[in-house]
């Protein structure tokens, strides 16, 4: 294992985790939903969703078939690079932003989203090239461990300047661009492919469905693919609604709900570290299988609990979570996916991300418009989610275990 390669690896995650503490989770999201929508019925909340699972069913469409492309056509480091560059060029166009600028924020933000998500599905591709099977819990873990302590750096890093939010997207930019570079200094390059990147794409075009036959054929990657889809969807569906449900429904400030989200982020930070070796030692599903217990009584206790500290409470324990969850999956698709159809599989798994996150955005939003503004019946919503990917990941054989 290339401990440089490794290190490069894990910086992007530290990079890229600007974007969502900062963008989706936090200011951004507070700053359309209430001042460049308005909420007072619930609108902001809805246009929000709407925003959100535009840029989800772009990514999903494009996912699969951008990762078969970049591994038959030796693109992957291209494409990751191309995503980043797209993502950075949205934010930096959130500083034309005014309130009564809808639709520009939504085409905004979807530009800045389509890129941060889509490079995602090539960054994930290298883990298991940079790490041997019984090391990809850890380094996963790693991973997403710097990542969140990079989201807590970001927010720390804005905070003074939560008056003057075009400094703020000027600064997540730069964040992400500087922190980036040496993943693409270092991480292995592209290898000549079976075809030209045009080829691979007149062929990936012209044979989707096969593309699509190959992972059905795959049992336990799509029975983990499926139950995926399901509790992906109520985690993506708290991080994009998290700073709208502290604002709104809690009464936390502005100022201090980017704090509670710091704090939420080093807990989250804890969790993936704390988790990455025990992934390996008893396999990936373990450790999903008692995050998600874990997240389904957080979910139902937002649903009744009033006061903002115990609100913190539930936010802590979440965040605890958040980490292993995202970790172990990644470690998981991993461990199932054939030699030579990393970027391709992992194209599979955002899709199933994005596709599932498309719902659950909308379904939480339609819930808070339809109670005038109410958010807390999302809150069983996402429950539900949660239950049915437990139940379908039991479907699931995971290899690490029956090795162990």
């Known amino acids: 294992m290339n401990k440089k390669q490794v290190g490069a690896w894990a910086l992007f995650d530290f990079a890229n985790s600007v974007y969502p503490a900062v963008i989706t989770t936090t200011v951004f999201s507070i700053y359309y939903v209430g001042t460049v929508v308005g909420n007072e019925t619930g609108r902001g909340n809805w246009w929000w969703g709407v925003s959100v699972a535009v840029s989800a069913l772009i990514v999903a469409i494009t996912s699969p078939l951008l990762g078969a492309i970049a591994d038959r056509g030796g693109a992957r480091k291209k494409f990751m690079l191309t995503y980043t560059v797209i993502c950075i060029i949205g934010v930096l166009l959130m500083t034309v932003l005014r309130p009564g600028m809808v639709v520009a924020g939504l085409v905004i933000f979807v530009i800045a989203n389509v890129g941060f998500e889509?490079?995602?599905?090539?960054?994930?591709?290298?883990?298991?090239?940079?790490?041997?099977?019984?090391?990809?819990?850890?380094?996963?873990?790693?991973?997403?461990?710097?990542?969140?302590?990079?989201?807590?750096?970001g927010l720390l890093m804005v905070i003074p300047f939560t008056t003057r939010l075009d400094v703020v997207w000027l600064l997540v930019a730069a964040f992400f661009l500087i922190f980036s570079l040496p993943a693409f200094f270092y991480l292995p390059g592209d290898k000549g492919g079976d075809m030209t990147v045009p080829q691979a794409a007149r062929w990936g075009v012209a044979n989707f469905r096969e593309i699509v036959?190959?992972?059905?054929?795959?049992?336990?990657?799509?029975?983990?693919?499926?139950?995926?889809?399901?509790?992906?969807?109520?985690?993506?569906?708290?991080?994009?609604?998290?700073?709208?449900?502290?604002?709104?429904?809690?009464?936390?400030?502005?100022?201090?709900?980017?704090?509670?989200?710091?704090?939420?982020?080093?807990?989250?930070?804890?969790?993936?570290?704390?988790l990455a070796k025990p992934t390996d030692s008893y396999g990936p599903k373990k450790i999903l299988n008692g995050v998600l217990l874990l997240w389904i009584a957080a979910?139902?206790?937002?649903?009744?609990?009033?006061?903002?500290?115990?609100?913190?409470?539930?936010?802590?324990?979440?965040?605890?979570?958040?980490?292993?969850?995202?970790?172990?999956?990644?470690?998981?698709?991993?461990?199932?996916?054939?030699?030579?159809?990393?970027?391709?599989?992992?194209?599979?798994?955002?899709?199933?991300?994005?596709?599932?996150?498309?719902?659950?955005?909308?379904?939480?939003?339609?819930?808070?418009?339809?109670?005038?503004?109410?958010?807390?019946?999302?809150?069983?919503l996402i429950t539900v989610l949660f239950i049915i990917g437990l139940a379908l990941l039991q479907r699931v054989n995971d290899p690490k275990a029956a090795v162990s």
């Open 118 to 153: 889509s490079a995602l599905v090539f960054y994930n591709a290298y883990l298991p090239d940079i790490a041997p099977t019984e090391k990809q819990g850890w380094v996963s873990g790693l991973g997403f461990g710097v990542g969140y302590l990079g989201s807590a750096l």
């Open 213 to 274: 036959r190959e992972v059905w054929e795959l049992k336990d990657l799509r029975n983990f693919l499926i139950a995926f889809f399901f509790y992906i969807d109520g985690v993506l569906t708290i991080i994009v609604s998290a700073g709208n449900v502290a604002t709104e429904t809690f009464g936390f400030s502005f100022n201090d709900t980017i704090k509670l989200f710091l704090v939420v982020q080093i807990s989250a930070l804890i969790g993936a570290f704390a």
């Open 299 to 380: 979910s139902i206790s937002a649903f009744f609990i009033q006061s903002q500290a115990l609100f913190w409470a539930v936010a802590v324990i979440v965040g605890l979570g958040l980490g292993a969850v995202q970790s172990a999956s990644r470690s998981f698709m991993s461990s199932l996916i054939p030699d030579g159809k990393e970027a391709e599989m992992f194209g599979f798994y955002a899709l199933c991300g994005k596709s599932s996150s498309i719902v659950g955005p909308l379904l939480f939003g339609g819930a808070a418009l339809a109670f005038g503004g109410n958010q807390r019946p999302g809150f069983l």
